[in-house]
């Protein structure tokens, strides 16, 4: 059974980082490309980054560039997101998900994480 | 503003059956593959569709997909009291090298 558990959401200070992870299990961890979406307090969904199975082909959506970053131990079958100089308008639920093949480009969702809150507060 | 452009609602009465529309262009649905998710109240989205067509294991034949050009639809027959959640499409964009949602629709079972 394919498993996504993420962790590391919290509460965080204007300007500060924050690292999710994503343990997944279940399936062959390194085959797969893996995203991260994340869904703002009463908006629709948002992709995030994604990053391919082997780690070496990264995407970023463009308001993230440069202050996300995606990674992935496939030693460890987990997934992370690195997220510097927060603001208010990144609290959301962040979300891992599993791609449909080794590339993002096919779509992401075949299985989802159970989301993890990160609140940007003073 | 999304890429991708869904209707924010739509509506149907219980037995009927509606769709939901996903619009985009030649970089993304034009050139490819759709998926489509629903989403109930505070819990991580579900893939309904997946390659524009394809439903997983455990989605009932109720729901079902098309594409044409740029846009792609979903389909829900036999309208359930349950089905009134968020639907999202998303696909690929060859452009942004990123992947792009649809605000999302709710359908609302009159």
């Known amino acids: 059974e394919v498993q996504l558990l993420e962790s590391g959401g919290g509460f965080v200070q204007p300007g500060g980082s924050l690292r999710l992870s994503c343990a997944a299990s279940?399936?062959?961890?390194?085959?797969?490309?893996m995203t991260w979406v994340r869904q703002t307090p009463g908006k629709g969904l948002e992709w995030v980054a994604a990053?391919?199975?082997?780690?070496?082909?990264?995407y970023y959506a463009d308001k993230f560039k440069g202050r996300f970053t995606i990674s992935r131990d496939n030693s460890k079958t987990t997934l992370f997101l690195e997220m510097q100089s927060l603001t208010a308008d990144d609290t959301a639920v962040y979300y891992c998900?599993?791609?449909?093949?080794?590339?993002?480009?096919?779509?992401?969702?075949?299985?989802w994480g159970q989301g993890v809150l990160v609140t940007v507060s003073s | 503003q999304s890429v991708l452009t869904q209707p924010p609602s739509a509506s149907g009465t219980p037995g009927q059956r509606v769709t939901i529309s996903c619009s985009g262009s030649?970089?993304?649905?034009?050139?490819?593959?759709v998926n489509w998710y629903q989403q109930l109240p505070r819990t991580a989205p579900k893939v309904l569709i997946y390659?524009?067509?394809h439903r997983p294991s455990g989605v009932p034949n109720r729901f079902s997909a098309s594409k044409s050009g740029t846009s792609a639809s979903l389909a829900i027959s036999g309208l359930q009291p349950d089905d009134e959640v968020d639907y999202y499409c998303?696909?690929?964009?060859?452009?942004?090298?990123?992947?792009?949602f649809g605000g999302g629709t709710k359908l609302t079972v009159l």
């Open positions: 998900a599993k791609d449909y093949s080794s590339m993002p480009v096919a779509g992401t969702g075949d299985h």
């Open positions: 279940g399936f062959s961890f390194s085959t797969y490309a």
């Open positions: 990053l391919s199975g082997s780690g070496g082909s990264i």
């Open positions: 030649s970089t993304n649905i034009g050139s490819k593959t």
């Open positions: 390659s524009d067509n």
């Open positions: 998303a696909a690929w964009d060859d452009t942004l090298n990123g992947l792009v």
